[in-house]
């Protein structure tokens, strides 16, 4: 009776141990909520393959540079082409399929799980908008319906879901990019690296405006070999000079859903304030300056009346032609900032 | 009329979600029975069935098993899983076949660089089988954390008996640790070791370790792959070999 009273005793501390430990940490929960259903589920990965295959190692590519900025790495540089190799090697050699963003950057993950969530919900988002596309069963006339119903779901949660304000409200009015101590800490050391994900995001929005153009299966599949092998051939090696925003890359699409197109600006401009904030040797408290940017950067109430508030300086652009205004020139991202800056 | 008033209720609980596979995503004998401290996502629904060979053991020379599970994730954070677990012993004593087990899992929190992550689970298993008496109550406290790309589980389970037999204790008590490690970003390592306290009054302690591999085949599936044994007991099996797969939809 003595020994299962201490037994209880002992259990009663450990609870109350553990809940006052629970208190005193930064409390998170997960939170992962499951993608929209649709007929449309996975018909990317079925009718392009390879595509999908190879855009696993952008998103790879994204969520290593988080965790080996966390380390520190003491030759940037060398850390730097190192990771840019290690790109190239996985697009010769892509994964089957794509893991969360916690698989890719453990570490980063356990320091702010909000960016975490924040980028996977968007990922979500945009495999459900190249399902919708690739999917010959919605005929052309019903695909916004269909766009609009999946980014209706993803603002459903406010928690996680990026303003579809224009960059222009929520990267200079709300973030205010320009003024902050951590602006482009990452760029200098990072060059190829920066390079490689102005490639990306010429290359990502590049696939929906081909999906755009040709929506029938067969010439949807043709055209999606030939951005891709665009996108290896030449943009690579010759990448943009600057991160290109949606409406440069995809007008058609951006005027279908100006709310997406904004949003995917917001998620690539998220990448990069976070590799800054994680570069910058001026932020002490990493955690709570991502989290400060995600809180500014997330979707507030009339968000999508400001949606279709941009300019499309080239509506008929021919996304296979990678022209000489997506390699030079200082794009939207210039004419907004005022200056010669290149962006992100 | 019951039916369609099923068939409804499960159209309604079910549609407007779909979750893609996670082959990070522990789950208990899938393929070691070290689980992770996370639920799968918040409307999500997975269906798992998972088939087992032992050579030894409590079942007989030879013995095979077989589970099927379906699991839902019916809040964040939280979900509910419905199984059945089959044994088809070398002697054809089918006790206890055809019991239905409800389980819950609740995820407390996210780990941080300091701190784990925690889970509750419980499960509770009906006799609805074959010669079966009782309800059994487990309760288990889940706990997960990473070092870099490593991560380490605990499990530690109270296994309450509803009908113990002649001879068997009642109260169970079973401990856990398992780890895994990407081996790249369609392959997981999974490995765990574990001591169960006997259910035989008067036993020693059974000691066994499972390794194996889960492989994300494509988004909505996963398959597992792993070879175990025990030792410390008669009872424990020299070789256990599981195969499973898991489809999200």
């Excluded at chain 2, 995820?107 to 074959?130: I, Y």
Aim: negative net charge; glycine residues 8%.
């Amino acid at each position: 009776m003595k020994k299962r009273s201490v037994v209880r005793r002992m259990g009663a501390a450990g609870l109350a141990v553990l809940f006052f430990t629970l208190s005193c940490a930064s409390w998170e929960q997960r939170n992962e909520v499951s993608a929209l259903r649709g007929s449309y589920n996975y018909q990317f990965y079925k009718r392009h393959p390879r595509d999908f295959k190879l855009t696993t190692v952008a998103h790879w590519a994204h969520g290593k540079v988080s965790e080996i900025l966390l380390e520190k790495p003491r030759d940037p540089a060398e850390a730097d082409q190192a990771l840019y190799d290690k790109a190239l090697w996985f697009l010769g050699h892509p994964p089957e399929t794509e893991p969360h963003q916690d698989y890719v950057s453990p570490q980063f993950a356990r320091q702010a799980w909000r960016a975490i969530q924040v980028i996977d919900w968007t990922h979500q988002l945009h495999e459900q908008l190249y399902d919708i596309l690739a999917d010959p069963a919605i005929p052309v006339g019903e695909k916004k319906k269909w766009i609009d119903r999946a980014v209706d779901y993803y603002l459903s949660e406010p928690s996680m879901a990026f303003s579809p304000a224009p960059f222009e409200e929520v990267i200079m009015s709300r973030v205010r990019l320009t003024s902050q101590p951590w602006f482009m800490a990452f760029r200098d050391d990072w060059k190829l690296t920066s390079k490689m994900f102005w490639a990306f995001h010429w290359w990502h929005p590049a696939v929906y405006e081909v999906q755009m153009l040709f929506p029938g299966a067969d010439e949807q599949k043709r055209a999606i070999e030939a951005i891709d092998d665009l996108f290896l051939d030449r943009v690579l090696k010759e990448p943009p000079n600057r991160m290109l925003l949606s409406r440069e890359v995809m007008p058609r699409f951006a005027r279908l859903s100006p709310e997406a197109a904004n949003i995917f600006d917001n998620l690539h401009m998220f990448h990069g304030i976070t590799y800054d904030i994680l570069a910058s040797a001026e932020v002490k408290d990493k955690r709570a300056e991502v989290y400060r940017n995600i809180d500014l950067m997330l979707v507030r109430p009339g968000d999508r009346r400001l949606a279709g508030n941009f300019p499309t300086p080239v509506p008929e652009v021919d996304p296979l032609a990678y022209s000489k205004d997506m390699r030079q020139g200082p794009g939207e991202m210039g004419r907004i900032m005022g200056h010669g800056h290149h962006g992100h | 009329m019951a039916m369609k008033l099923c068939a409804g209720l499960l159209v309604l609980l079910f549609a407007g979600a779909v979750h893609a596979a996670d082959h990070s995503n522990l789950e208990q004998d899938f393929p070691t029975r070290v689980e992770d401290a996370y639920p799968i996502a918040y409307r999500a629904m997975e269906f798992q069935a998972s088939g087992a060979y032992e050579h030894g053991g409590d079942h007989g020379r030879h013995a095979g098993e077989f589970e099927p599970e379906i699991k839902w994730g019916f809040m964040k954070n939280a979900h509910v899983a419905l199984g059945a677990p089959l044994v088809f012993p070398g002697d054809g004593d089918m006790k206890n076949n055809g019991d239905i087990a409800l389980e819950g899992l609740y995820n407390f929190n996210v780990e941080t660089p300091v701190f784990p992550a925690l889970a509750v689970k419980t499960e509770l298993t009906f006799p609805s089988g074959v010669d079966s008496a009782g309800v059994d109550v487990e309760v288990a406290a889940i706990a997960t954390r990473g070092f870099g790309a490593h991560r380490f589980h605990l499990n530690g389970i109270y296994r309450h008996l509803g009908a113990a037999g002649a001879g068997e204790r009642s109260d169970l008590f079973s401990f856990g640790l398992g780890y895994d490690r990407p081996i790249d970003l369609d392959h997981l390592f999974v490995a765990d070791f574990f001591i169960d306290r006997s259910p035989q009054a008067g036993g020693a302690e059974e000691f066994g370790f499972n390794l194996g591999v889960r492989k994300q085949l494509n988004p909505w599936s996963v398959l597992a792959v792993g070879l175990g044994s025990g030792f410390g007991a008669s009872r424990t099996p020299d070789l256990r070999a599981t195969v499973g797969a898991q489809w999200s939809f």
